[in-house]
């Protein structure tokens, strides 16, 4: 077991380590934030953002949620994507998904887990669109991770089709959404070469132009 102490003692380490090798990296962070990447990822324990790929505190502007969902009435995450492109100027917005992911699995199952169910809900509607393909892989696992991938691919899209995101084009601001999922077994991080980064990449009913 795990008490408060200890992370804070593991905290007063970790920052006085980093003040040995860079005097000044507290105090340049303190001055301002600019990142270049948006990570759009699950809450899931393990799945730390950071870590995965080797950044710095300042490096990623991180927004996670179970199942790493796009909504486009969520105010919290489109709250974060519109300062990100439009007040700090990202330049790529990473969803990343993980394999095994408990929230794609609970929308897939045939039983009710709570208020959670309502979140996940627009992976069960995902599902259900490619549950005939889904369904010819051999196992649950591989079902559920095909699942994993279909879900990002899915909230690439979704981010895309944002104004915040059309508008950023419209304006000539270069800016890239990329799907990406890692293996929670292996600790690999692998792009699903699913990129968008223009509007001529959207399909023409998603297309939106500006008010005025
Ligand atoms: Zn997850």
Redesign the pocket.
Known sequence: MHDLQELLDNNARWAESINERDPEFFAKLARQQTPEFLWIG???AR?PANEIVGMLPGDLFVHRN???VVLHTDLNCLSVIQYAVDVLKVKHILVTG?YG????RAAMQDQQFGLIDGWLRSIRDLYYVHRHDVAQLPTEEAQVDRMCELNVIQQVSNVAQTTIVQNAWHRGQALSIHGCIYGIKDGRWKSLDTNISGLDQLPQQYRLRPIG
């Open positions: 699950c809450s899931d799945v179970v199942a790493n993980h992911c408990g929230g794609v």
